[in-house]
């Protein structure tokens, strides 16, 4: 009998880069797509039906343990794990000087990119086991002026990252890092509104020029 193979999560799968990734893995794969907008989840698995592949939504905020628990707990009982794990999901909190960095924008931000992070670490690691792989992306405006809310918790995300993947160097499961070019995603344009998109990495060329290092 043919093993049924493990689907690969996308956690924040309803546009930018995350979209992209979902589409371009999605042939010979299980998506398994994480976002908070079910309508941008629902065109997502229209582009990836229409390409012939298969996808199981849903629609959840990363931030809720129980949400996150009760979907991993789900890809096991249906699949026995994972065979990747693709984390794009984050807070772009505003630009803001250093003294004004609003409570309520920061807590929003250490929520999801780091604390959130963290957890979903503890809950996917059992499913990836000693062979699959997470895939991560970094950011290096951590530091920047203006960019305290994202950039310092963009920065401890990858902390974190980093350390997983120190410790896992040896045993598995695969941790990559990787660093997109700048592409005109809605974080980007919250960061550099009237910016003009010429020059900027087309997602999608992004996302095919990322795959071989994504499963390399």
Same mark, same amino acid.
């Given at each position: 009998?043919?093993?049924?193979?493990?689907?690969?999560?996308?956690?924040?799968?309803?546009?930018?880069? #995350?979209?992209?990734?979902?589409?371009?893995?999605?042939?010979?794969?299980?998506?398994?797509?994480?976002?908070?907008?079910?309508?941008?989840?629902?065109?997502?698995?229209?582009?990836?039906?229409?390409? #012939?592949?298969?996808?199981?939504?849903?629609?959840?905020?990363?931030?809720?343990?129980?949400?996150?628990?009760?979907?991993?707990?789900? $890809?096991?009982?249906?699949?026995?794990?994972?065979?990747?794990?693709?984390?794009?999901? @984050?807070?772009?909190?505003?630009?803001?000087?250093?003294?004004?960095?609003?409570?309520?924008?920061?807590?929003?931000? $250490?929520?999801?990119?780091?604390?959130?992070?963290?957890?979903?670490?503890?809950?996917?690691?059992?499913?990836?086991?000693?062979?699959?792989?997470?895939?991560?992306?970094?950011?290096?405006?951590? #530091?920047?002026?203006?960019?305290?809310?994202?950039?310092?918790?963009?920065?401890?995300?990858?902390?974190?990252?980093?350390?997983?993947?120190?410790?896992?160097?040896?045993?598995?499961?695969?941790?990559? $890092?990787?660093?997109?070019?700048?592409?005109?995603?809605?974080?980007?344009?919250?960061?550099?509104? #009237?910016?003009?998109?010429?020059?900027?990495?087309? @997602?999608?060329?992004?996302?095919?020029?990322?795959?071989?290092? @994504?499963?390399?």
């Amino acid at each position: 009998m043919t093993e049924t193979p493990k689907p690969v999560l996308i956690t924040g799968a309803t546009r930018g880069l #995350g979209a992209a990734l979902a589409e371009a893995l999605a042939p010979g794969r299980h998506i398994v797509a994480v976002g908070r907008t079910t309508g941008a989840l629902e065109e997502l698995d229209d582009r990836i039906r229409a390409a #012939g592949g298969q996808a199981t939504l849903a629609p959840m905020d990363v931030t809720v343990p129980e949400a996150m628990q009760q979907l991993c707990r789900s $890809i096991h009982d249906r699949w026995g794990g994972l065979d990747m794990w693709v984390h794009t999901a @984050i807070h772009a909190g505003p630009l803001a000087p250093t003294p004004h960095l609003a409570d309520k924008d920061l807590d929003r931000s $250490i929520a999801v990119n780091l604390r959130a992070t963290a957890r979903l670490v503890s809950y996917v690691a059992p499913l990836l086991g000693l062979t699959g792989r997470a895939v991560f992306f970094d950011d290096p405006r951590g #530091g920047e002026k203006f960019f305290g809310h994202y950039g310092t918790t963009k920065a401890a995300q990858m902390a974190l990252v980093r350390s997983w993947q120190a410790e896992t160097a040896k045993t598995g499961p695969v941790v990559r $890092i990787l660093e997109p070019r700048p592409m005109p995603t809605a974080t980007r344009a919250r960061f550099y509104p #009237g910016e003009s998109r010429d020059g900027l990495a087309d @997602i999608h060329a992004e996302a095919a020029r990322l795959l071989p290092e @994504i499963l390399g």
